[in-house]
Nanobody, 122 residues
Framework: QEQWVESGGESVQGGESLKLSCATS????????VAWFRQAPGQEREGVAG????????YKNSSIQDRFRISRDWAKNTLYLQMNSLKPEDTAMYYC???????????????WGQGTQVNVSS
């Protein structure tokens, strides 16, 4: 069973940066699409950024792409989400996830981390 260990969430001020980390297995990176999702209170879970096994990246939209960056470290089997210029609307529980299927940012991935909370105050 695929597993994720997430870290990096905390409370920050608007405009600040934060880097989330998610450790998993080597086989996950080599075989699956890996992605970051988020869910704000009362909102549906949404995809933020994803990367397929070949390194092709997809972002939710241009606003996310302008401020966030998904990356991975093969040596550490770790997925990252660098978040810059954070806004209060970025406040959410952030999850990493993986799926053997196509790397569309739909919240039906097969494997999920436990989540890490990000709070952005104005």
């Amino acid at each position: 069973q695929e597993q994720w260990v997430e870290s990096g969430g905390e409370s920050v001020q608007g405009g600040e940066s934060l880097k989330l980390s998610c450790a998993t297995s080597e086989s996950t990176f080599r075989q699956f699409c890996v992605a970051w999702f988020r869910q704000a209170p009362g909102q549906e879970r949404e995809g933020v950024a994803g990367m397929n096994k070949d390194g092709l990246i997809r972002y939710k939209n241009s606003s996310i792409q302008d401020r966030f960056r998904i990356s991975r470290d093969w040596a550490k089997n770790t997925l990252y989400l660098q978040m810059n210029s954070l806004k209060p609307e970025d406040t959410a529980m952030y999850y990493c996830a993986s799926d053997p299927g196509p790397c569309w940012l739909r919240p039906d991935f097969k494997y999920w981390g436990q989540g890490t909370q990000v709070n952005v105050s104005s």
